[in-house]
């Protein structure tokens, strides 16, 4: 068998890259899919915006949550699902997919551009793509895509077209300024402190730090892009009927509010615990996921060739070192924040693959296959209620064969990780499909029985009782919250029509009548539960049966009782 660095090598690269795209898209409308709480709470504004038949003031049930990001996701959102008519997970995540994919494309053509070679952009665009936090944040209904794109795009800009394009007075800056601008009206106007710092940054490298020609000629580029950014992301304020709330909700509560230490000292939280420095440190190989380690690798072999790395290298450093300055300065620190920069990493990736130590990728191969083997015994311990199929155990198969190919043939080692990272990732898809079939769904007749009734459902954060909205289209939601530690007997007193979760072996109560009744696997578990989890009690924490059940009390509820995800 040849390695893909011969003839084929093109061929290879291209179903590799098909792969990836299949990836992205299987398993869209998973209820279970990894993503981030918000996308609850996006879906929610974005329904109640639809449904006023306005694109401004965005709209929300939510105390405080209603002017939480810029209008442009809930637009995408609008217009995705044609005004909510098309309501469901695939419509409201689509664009999310395309917009990483884009985001891979960019990667794609940077990397063959600095190399002249097709293998380094593909390799780039996988490696993209097999970050696990591309992948979590990159097809749900989130901010995170477009942001992704659109202030990555602008370093691409100049990357691609360099010299010429840091030359340009007023065409390039302009169309920065433009690409900016929509990122902030994805995200934050705030994002001008990292995007300009980097923007100066590189201009002042190109210069070779020579400070009065960078005053002299690029000064007023960064004011022209700084001023176009601004003003676009002020046409919100221009067309929105309420801009003292946008003033009130996003610019003091959603943005000053990140250097809120909340009851903490904000230089204990810079030195200690996890919205530290060293956690924000450690975001960028976290967020690689399954290629942490060739990502930590990366950063040593950029140290020791300080000297000689070339000046495109240099400049994507100074993207990601801008974003890490900037970020390490808010009270609330995340990896999260570094996403935009993953691009940059995984071009970096690309362009320091052979000096990349082999044994990183081998460990990339052997966490795949781990990850492998927990869903083959989770699977496995869920037989007697889930019925997994042919190809979900043909690519717990498939998937270690190319990692022990890999691991064998030094040859094939570093073109098989990538790869055997985005299969691990299907298969994790695969074993959460179960869930949103038959066995994770409520069925017709459910869904049918509590069209237009008021259904109380169990929730543990702010706007998760919308997810549910998807499994009973028609019904009227409300929640309750786990917190409040409502026993079944509690629940059936209260509520005429609620959503109980229990053991997978438990019985609801006896005297209610049982409507439907799902799989669920449960998300949030306390300290307790965690700690079970890990003396290996993963089964009866991480599963449950959920009941759709109709309780003999018709006592009205009360306000407190319907606002348990608020």
């Given at each position: ?8 090598r ?22 279970h ?10 879906a929610?504004i ?10 401004l ?38 664009p ?5 994919l ?19 952009g ?27 794109f ?25 169309v920065?300024?433009?690409e ?43 004011l ?20 003292q ?26 030195l200690?615990?996890?919205s ?35 000046d495109?290298?240099?400049?994507l ?9 900037v ?17 940059a ?40 209620a ?66 237009g ?34 026993t ?6 209260r ?26 696997i449960?998300?949030r578990h ?17 599963f ?19 606002e348990?995800?608020?």
């Amino acid at each position: 068998m040849r390695r893909p660095a011969d003839e084929s090598r093109p061929f290879w690269y291209l179903t590799a890259l098909l792969l990836a795209v299949f990836v992205y898209f299987y398993g869209l409308d998973s209820q279970h899919l990894p993503r981030n709480g918000d996308e609850d709470v996006y879906a929610h504004i974005t329904r109640l915006t639809a449904q006023s038949g306005e694109w401004l003031p965005l709209q929300s049930g939510l105390e405080q949550m209603r002017n939480t990001k810029p209008p442009l996701l809930f637009w995408q959102g609008i217009v995705a699902t044609n005004w909510g008519s098309e309501w469901d997970r695939w419509h409201l995540r689509y664009p999310s997919v395309l917009y990483t994919l884009l985001t891979a494309l960019l990667v794609f053509l940077l990397g063959r551009r600095l190399t002249g070679e097709y293998a380094a952009g593909a390799t780039a665009a996988l490696t993209f793509l097999a970050f696990f936090s591309t992948y979590r944040y990159g097809r749900p209904f989130l901010v995170n895509p477009a942001e992704t794109f659109w202030f990555f795009l602008p370093f691409f800009t100049l990357l691609y077209w360099r010299p010429v394009s840091f030359e340009s007075r007023r065409l390039i800056p302009l169309v920065l300024g433009i690409e900016v601008g929509i990122g902030m009206l994805y995200k934050s106007f705030a994002l001008l402190a990292p995007v300009g710092l980097a923007l100066a940054w590189w201009y002042l490298h190109q210069r070779r730090y020579q400070w009065r020609g960078f005053i002299l000629h690029d000064a007023a580029k960064l004011l022209l892009i700084g001023i176009v950014s601004l003003a676009l992301f002020a046409l919100w304020f221009v067309f929105d009927p309420d801009p003292q709330a946008v003033w009130r909700e996003f610019v003091l509560g959603e943005n000053a509010g990140k250097f809120d230490a909340h009851g903490g000292s904000y230089w204990a939280q810079l030195l200690w615990g996890g919205s530290s420095i060293w956690a924000l440190l450690l975001g960028y190989p976290m967020n690689a996921g399954l290629l942490a380690f060739p990502v930590a690798a990366l950063f040593v072999i950029a140290w020791r060739r300080r000297y000689r790395l070339s000046d495109e290298e240099k400049l994507l450093w100074l993207w990601m070192a801008a974003l890490f300055v900037v970020f390490a300065i808010p009270s609330q620190r995340s990896a999260r924040y570094l996403l935009e920069a993953m691009p940059a990493v995984a071009l970096l990736c690309a362009l320091n693959w052979q000096r990349l130590p082999r044994w990183t990728f081998i460990t990339t191969l052997v966490a795949s296959s781990l990850v492998l083997a927990l869903l083959a015994w989770l699977a496995l311990g869920l037989q007697s209620a889930v019925d997994y199929g042919v190809g979900f155990w043909a690519l717990l198969v498939l998937t270690p064969g190319l990692a022990g190919l890999a691991l064998f043939k030094a040859a094939w080692t570093r073109d098989l990780s990538n790869m055997v990272a985005l299969l691990a990732l299907l298969a994790l898809a695969a074993f959460l499909q179960p869930f949103d079939g038959t066995a994770g769904r409520y069925d017709a007749l459910a869904r049918q029985s509590v069209q237009g009734k008021a259904v109380w459902v169990p929730c543990n954060f702010r706007a998760q009782d919308e997810g549910y909205r998807f499994l009973l289209p028609g019904a009227e939601v409300h929640g309750y919250s786990e917190g409040w530690q409502l026993t079944p007997d509690a629940l059936k007193t209260r509520y005429p029509l609620f959503v109980l979760q229990l053991p997978l072996q438990a019985q609801p109560c006896a005297d209610c009548t049982v409507i439907g009744q799902r799989l669920e696997i449960r998300g949030r578990h306390n300290s307790e539960e965690i700690k079970a989890m890990l003396r290996g009690e993963v089964l009866p924490h991480l599963f449950v049966r959920e009941w759709l059940l109709q309780g003999p009390a018709t006592a009205e509820t009360t306000e407190m009782q319907k606002e348990g995800c608020r």
